[in-house]
């Protein structure tokens, strides 16, 4: 992830290659939103502030190159840049722009007015225009995928879109029920973050190897990595969300609690606590405004070791993520996977 990944020297060159693949999707994403119409435009410039790591395109490339069986040959070649098609540099685009539309939505069910350390759109200029906002560029995603030469695609972001959908309406009807399990839990997570990264991963190992290659094993190992990754990502996130700070986190905290979503750290403190009744009472106040038992929820919730067992939890996922590289090629791509693997769970924002 940009900022994030400490890159060998005997990576560079790929890293080069991204970073050239990144431009090329901030150029087509830019593009894409382009309207006739001056406040459309003005909102959409404010949303491409939202793109902080750009987890999902850079996952299209990476996985990508990582899965030409020819990738060191190709970086040692003249043009190296021959590696990334315009399928590649599509899909990354396209992967951004349908999770820049969860980004507007999300911050309108959290009420958030905080992201990537500016105001968010709903805080600016109100809800309706945030929703109306999120399914322009939800549209846009849509209209730029089906310039690629195959419905696989349309149908692969359709699906994770769906399934995303999905998982935040399992959130929302587990609102403040304070039961909630680890499985129904782990199916939030899987639905309305993972899904997306897994189509992002899948995407790019179908630009490199063909859109009709569905089933091949390296297709299906990178989507196994990404849903992976997905629920590993989304398990920091939920700690972040308790333990972060707007300064460091860079967008409005402590929403999950507030919002009455019981995540992880929570669900774990709460199965391992002898006082369940008063940590219940501060997660209720807690969800009524009044955040002022947050201090003393979050001491109980390190002294059940929660925060360490969540934080192992998303260890766990990372590793099976990365044991599922072992059927791609091997190279500097499946190394460059494995990096980012690891700084998912190595990062504070």
């Known amino acids: 992830m940009q900022g994030v990944l400490d890159i060998p020297e005997e990576l560079r060159s790929l890293e080069d290659i991204i970073a050239s693949g990144?431009?090329?999707?901030?150029?087509?994403?830019?593009?894409?939103?382009?309207?006739d119409l001056a406040p459309v435009d003005q909102m959409c410039e404010?949303?491409?502030?939202?793109?902080?790591?750009?987890?999902?395109?850079?996952?299209?490339?990476?996985?990508?190159?990582?899965?030409?069986?020819?990738?060191t040959q190709i970086l040692s070649s003249d043009d190296p840049s021959q590696i990334l098609s315009e399928a590649h540099i599509t899909s990354g685009a396209v992967c951004e722009m349908v999770?820049?539309?969860?980004?507007?939505?999300?911050?309108?069910?959290?009420?958030?007015e905080i992201r990537r350390r500016g105001k968010t759109i709903n805080?600016?200029?109100?809800?309706?225009?945030?929703?109306?906002?999120?399914?322009?560029?939800?549209?846009?995603?849509?209209?730029?995928?089906?310039?690629?030469?195959?419905?696989v695609p349309s149908?692969?972001?359709?699906?994770?879109?769906?399934?995303?959908?999905?998982?935040e309406l399992l959130q929302l009807h587990n609102r403040n029920n304070y039961e909630l399990d680890e499985l129904t839990y782990f199916e939030i997570l899987k639905r309305k973050t993972a899904a997306l990264i897994g189509?992002?991963?899948?995407?790019g190992a179908l630009s490199t190897l063909g859109f009709e290659q569905q089933d091949h094993p390296t297709v299906q190992a990178l989507l196994g990595f990404g849903t992976d990754l997905g629920i590993a990502f989304q398990i920091?996130?939920?700690v972040l969300d308790l333990t972060g700070t707007e300064a460091t986190v860079g967008k409005s905290v402590g929403k999950d609690l507030e919002k009455g979503k019981l995540t992880y750290p929570i669900i774990h403190h709460l199965t391992n606590t002898t006082d369940k009744a008063h940590s219940l009472a501060l997660i209720e106040a807690i969800s009524h405004g009044d955040a002022s038992g947050l201090p003393e929820l979050i001491t109980l919730v390190e002294q059940t070791e929660s925060?360490?067992?969540?934080?192992?939890?998303?260890?766990?996922?990372?590793?099976?993520?990365?044991?599922r590289l072992c059927s791609i090629p091997d190279g500097p791509g499946r190394t460059m996977l494995h990096l980012i693997a690891d700084a998912v769970i190595n990062r504070s924002h």
């Open 99 to 112: 999770h820049m539309a969860t980004l507007v939505h999300d911050d309108v069910l959290d009420e958030a």
């Open 46 to 71: 404010h949303v491409e502030r939202y793109r902080g790591k750009m987890l999902r395109p850079m996952l299209v490339l990476l996985c990508g190159v990582a899965s030409n069986t020819d990738l």
């Open 199 to 203: 189509a992002a991963c899948e995407l």
């Open 155 to 167: 149908r692969i972001v359709g699906k994770a879109s769906a399934v995303m959908c999905t998982g």
């Open 123 to 151: 805080a600016m200029k109100g809800n309706e225009t945030s929703v109306i906002l999120g399914d322009y560029l939800i549209a846009s995603a849509y209209e730029l995928c089906s310039s690629l030469n195959s419905p």
């Open 307 to 323: 925060i360490q067992a969540t934080q192992d939890m998303a260890s766990s996922y990372v590793q099976s993520a990365k044991s």
């Open 22 to 35: 990144f431009a090329r999707v901030e150029e087509v994403f830019a593009k894409q939103l382009v309207s």
């Open 236 to 238: 920091q996130d939920d």
